[in-house]
């Protein structure tokens, strides 16, 4: 089979976008596939969370992001309890409100500068899977279909994937809330703190800035769920809004007002033969916590440099699956914190919300238990199962330590490929030889106990305490993580 592309991604949304642009980066040939015309103006995400502003860093896009947005170093809860972030061991320690079509650009540009091929209006209908690659039916505007072949098939292709109906994999799970209604307006009088949410009785409701002048209001009443496609007015979301939070800070002049509902379904299997599904075609859930396109982007740095490495011939066995392994437990995590904290959010009873008020107030304000809730929804406590046996880093997020020549790590994660570090001094001068191609020796600036394998998605593959470790252990654990040293020539797509 003659390719068009290495891999075809279907779908340009957060995953699809960070998608294209690290297979694009690691030299692999990709074709993004938009069934829109064009780029997206509306915003549904506007939380870029901490772990998600580490990934873009590590690939040169965070500054650039931070500008555009508004970081918020507190997350209001409930009444008058706030999760303090600023204590975040992370160069970013907030949340940051930006569009969701900001964030897109950003990817975008990136993916472009790359060379991945991003074709709007190319609407992808269906897909064949052959033994050596993968044909696509895509459907244009004004011109007959079109079939196009790759190795892979990335689905990025949001909640009603045509990649994962395709591939016949079934997408359990139900309604969670219906009918919420969603207005972005102006605030006569906006209010003190940054993120307001709340709710009393039937109604519930979430305000939240943009930035630009422009206020998200989120409001629902659980006696009130019209059809989805009834019209919203200003006045609904001004009444369930006061009747939540006290005040409708004088809404007035939407941009935009519609209604959405929220599902919870996960996907069984991340990958069915040469068809990977990453993002909203994998998982979703409501978007209490903030969590979906944060999730999305994360799923998508997690896989983008192990499928390249599949495709440039140098993965070691196994490596994909890996991919199942890792986000498919935190995809299920998310689904049951978002929905833990909807339920939470959305009890009528008053016992309960009193109860509920002054638990979010303890919980915020005990240190240990502050610092677990806020690395969860921040994303930087998430870690991957290491074996058994391993050392305790192992499968942690790394740090952004100085490294000896004056970068930072995550800068240095910028080239794409596996660090070996270490203090001064604790690395043999050849232990990557024949791992140039993959691996980068990058000593840390400070003394240190600890010699690591750190993943391009900033992962600790592997660490040794530096006063045991050997040059063959080092070569042991390149040759699991990175192959073998001598790259092979590409392997064909699929094999
Ligand atoms: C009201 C609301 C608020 C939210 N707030 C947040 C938040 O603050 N933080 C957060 O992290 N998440 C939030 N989310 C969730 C977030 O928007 C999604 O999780 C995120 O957009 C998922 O990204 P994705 O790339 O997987 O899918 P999508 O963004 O859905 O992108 C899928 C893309 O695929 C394209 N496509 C679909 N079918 C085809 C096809 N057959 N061929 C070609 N292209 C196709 C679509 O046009 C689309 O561009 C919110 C969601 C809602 C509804």
Redesign the pocket.
């Known amino acids: 089979m003659i390719f068009d592309a290495d891999v075809i991604v ?8 960070m998608m294209a642009g690290d297979l694009a980066s690691a030299g692999v040939s990709c074709a993004l ?4 015309t064009e780029r ?1 103006g509306l915003t ?6 901490a772990r998600t502003l580490e990934e873009l860093d590590a690939r040169g896009m965070a500054d650039e992001l931070v500008a555009s947005g508004t970081p918020l170093p507190e997350l209001r809860l409930f009444s008058s309890a706030a999760l303090d972030l600023s204590r975040l061991p992370s160069r970013f320690p907030y949340l940051l409100v930006t569009p ?1 079509y900001k964030t897109e650009r950003v990817l975008e540009e990136r993916a472009s500068r790359m060379g991945a091929d991003v074709r709007y209006g ?4 269906g897909l064949t899977q052959h033994p050596g690659g993968v044909e696509v039916k895509v459907r244009r505007d004004g011109h007959p279909d079109q079939v196009l072949r790759a190795g892979w098939i990335v689905g ?8 994962r109906q395709a591939v016949g994999l079934p997408f359990p799970g139900g309604p969670v809330v219906r009918s ?1 209604m ?1 207005a972005d307006v102006r605030l006569t009088q906006p209010p003190p703190s940054a993120l307001t949410v709340d709710s009393t009785g039937d109604s519930f409701a979430l305000v939240a800035p943009f930035g630009d002048g422009f206020y998200r209001v ?1 409001a629902w009443h659980r006696c009130d769920e019209p059809s989805e496609d009834a019209p919203v007015s200003l006045d609904e979301v001004s009444d369930v809004t006061r009747q939540a939070i006290g005040t409708d800070y004088g809404m007035h002049d939407p941009r935009w007002l519609t209604r ?1 509902h ?1 599902d919870e379904r996960q996907v069984p299997r991340y990958r069915d033969g040469l068809v990977l599904l ?4 994998a998982h ?1 859930h409501s ?1 209490a916590g ?7 982007i994360q799923d998508s740095a997690n896989l983008g440099w192990k499928l390249a490495a599949t495709i440039k011939g140098w993965a070691p066995p196994g490596l994909l699956d890996t991919y199942q392994a890792e986000r498919h437990p935190v995809g299920r995590q998310v689904l049951r914190n978002s929905g833990a904290l909807l339920r939470i959010a959305l009890k009528p009873s008053p016992a309960f919300v009193g109860a509920r008020n002054s638990l979010a107030l303890t919980v915020t304000r005990i240190p240990f238990l502050a610092k677990r809730l806020a690395g969860a929804i921040s994303g930087v406590s998430i870690a991957y199962p290491a074996p058994p046996g391993a050392h305790p880093l192992a499968g942690k997020r790394v740090a952004d330590l100085r490294l000896a020549d004056g970068r930072r790590l995550y800068e240095a994660l910028r080239g794409g490929r596996f660090l070996l570090s270490g203090g001064p001094g604790t690395l043999p001068a050849d232990a990557a030889t024949g791992y140039r191609d993959r691996v980068e020796t990058a000593p840390i600036a400070r003394a240190s106990t600890t010699v690591t394998l750190i993943r391009p998605d900033a992962y600790i593959a592997w660490a040794a305490p530096a006063s045991t470790v050997t040059e063959p252990q080092i070569r042991d654990c390149l040759a699991h993580w990175c192959g073998s040293p001598a790259r092979p020539a590409a392997q064909t797509a699929g094999q």
């Open positions: 279907v779908g340009a949304g957060p995953a699809g976008l596939l938009e069934r829109r997206s549904r995400a506007l939380v870029v969370h969701q190319h609407e992808v209908t990025t292709d949001g909640m009603r994937s045509t990649v919420v969603l989120i959405f929220s990453a993002g909203d075609a979703v978007p903030g969590q979906g396109m944060n999730t999305s």
